[in-house]
């Protein structure tokens, strides 16, 4: 294992990504497909409302995008702190 | 060659080849059975991860009960998709970096607590049994429908197909086989909504075809403004109508991420990679296969829906539908196009009665008034109670004059109707007709045939893996016999998942009234109880022995509470305390979503408790700043 204060670091760092990807998580699917849907009803994806659009199809794309980020960003990381297996 | 000789082949050869995979895929070692050897490539443990999640209630049943239920049914779609980012960011890689092979495994170890285990194992077996049920009675419901075998005998060739690879092979036979059956899952899915999508919607792609125009009508109108306009015309709520509770659908699709996150038969599946890296990677690629189907499903569901609604109403689909007449029953009994109506009604998902004996079938929604005066009607004729069926028709006379169908502004009686002539429309038709609605070849009908099978055993093998081996790892290596030998744990194992599949057939065949329930309860267990502690173990130093253990209590406790006073206790009938309706609702809480608050008290309880007693010890602080770094995780260890 790497020295103390180097995991701190590499711990902080990861426990910041995921806060910012719950961040994204949250908005899109609680946000914009179920809270802020009658408020974006204005906003069109071809023939759906904005928050259909997320409730139905749209928030998925958004969490494939979200987990594979992390993997990315995980793994630069993992090598940035030397943790990697 | 009929469509029943076609069946058996297409099926037949789909589970020749899961024979073959298991003889293959036999397991030598105990790391073999209960993780893959821990050598499955992240791509393929995805796509493996993809065909234990979709049980056959997504596969044949969400897509209906999204097309009937419109846009708040998004919080299935969200809940059961969203749960991949919590285990990918939170779970998924310290697990793997914890290497051992059960979840009660990391929670006995993380809150030096054999009680603890033994907990978390009660909770595995509760939630896991209950879905297991689920998933017999769909394989022998799709055997009955499509094979023409009783329900019963349907459900007993399931069960020895199961056994022969979950029993060998462990969980290598069942990830090699759920690779299998996700490629037949996914065509079959998805080849019957291509065609639909383009007849529709003139774009073959069925995610563009939902946000895409209306063909028929040259593509101006967009598809989903031409159903609202259909669907309201006869009374019913429009498709993306607004949901008429949002907080409850926030907590419904939060108790559905947090449940799909904590459910033991997925959490094992991450164990099976070679690395932590593959951990968060293979949760994304799982999510990618899941999503093939997930977002192909609202488009199924919408356009399944239209294409129901004109076949009743063929005026619908150029204009409005009370241009024309209903749909005659004659057209429906001599038409080709139409003869699928008649082939569903056979099964009985699919019910007509000619109550105004004009010839015609009028499919219309019943205002909430009448609606319950035919249920009472109904019941009056069952009981044969004839004093009250003459007072029930003379209401119903009134109701008729009265009562009007939406937009027409006109009154049942002026429009000639007496109620809603389609009586009874099932979900599941909505995937399992689609072939036949589309006029695809019978080998379409005989792949959803063996799909709606491969869905059903492959979350059925999934979940029996993690029922046995929380049997003979947790309780019989983990307390009874903790010196048993490698190959002693090997058959223990083996015996236990042939005990799982006994009980679960029986319980398939015997199903205790509560199959219909499991998505409340294992949804809202695995959210209250196993995500929390889970979580806590990992991102909290200070979470103890007595806090995990409380906040497991109060969250197991809570949840089951709440679902028995609305649906009866332990699913008895008749036993519910309140009745099942959004009014009696604590803060309009449905028993469906309590599972989010019953992680809150689990959390809440935890901390609280944590904080007055003692901190864990040091070799946990140790384990818990080991599992936080990928690095060392190697192969898993056996004690």
Known sequence: MADNSSSNAYWKANVRIILISLAIWFACSFGMGIILRPALSGIHIGGADLGFWMAHNGSIYVFLGLIFTYAVLMNRLDREHGVEE | MDQFTLNLIVVGITFAIYI???????????????AAGQGVHPVLNGMATGADWMSAASFISMAGIIAFGGYATGAYLMGWTGGYVLLALLLAPYLRKFGKFTVPEFIGDRFYSGGARLLAVICLIVISVTYVIGQ??????????????STDMGLYIGAAIVFAYAVFGGMKGITYTQVAQYVVLIIAYTIPALFISFNLTGNPIPQLGLIGGYAPSGGDVAFLAKLDAVVTELGFKAYTADSSNYFDMFLFTMSLMIGTAGLPHVIIRFFTVPKVADARSSAGWALVF??????????????????????????????????????SRADIDSKPELEWVKNWEKTGLLAMKDLNGDGLIQYVSEPAKLAANTKAMDEAAKAKDEAKLAALTTEREG???????????????????????VVKVDNDIMVLANPEIANLPGWVIALVAAGALAAALSTAAGLLLAISSAISHDLIKGSINPNISEKGELLAARIAMGGAIVVATYLGLNPPGFAAQVVALAFGLAAATIFPVLMMGIFSKRVNKEGAIAGMLVGLVFTAVYIFIYKGWFFIPGTNNLPDTPANYMFGISPLSIGTVGAVMNFLTAFVVSAIT?????????????IRVPKGAGKATHH
């Open chain 2, 290 to 327: 899941i999503a093939l189907l997930y977002t192909v499903a609202p488009a199924v569901g919408s356009m399944a829906r239209l294409n129901l609604t004109t076949s009743m109403w063929p005026a619908a689909v150029t204009g409005n539908a009370f241009d024309g007449p209903a749909v």
């Open chain 2, 136 to 149: 017999m009675r769909g394989v022998g419901v799709t055997f009955s429908r499509f094979l023409e075998v």
């Open chain 2, 399 to 421: 109701l008729l004059a009265t009562e009007q169908l939406a937009k027409t502004g006109k009154t049942f009686a002026e429009l000639g109707l007496k109620g809603n002539e």
């Open chain 2, 614 to 626: 003692k901190a864990p010890p040091q070799s946990v602080i140790d384990l818990v700043e080991s």
């Open chain 2, 20 to 34: 073959g995979i298991a003889i293959w895929a036999r397991a030598g070692s105990t790391a073999e059975f209960y």
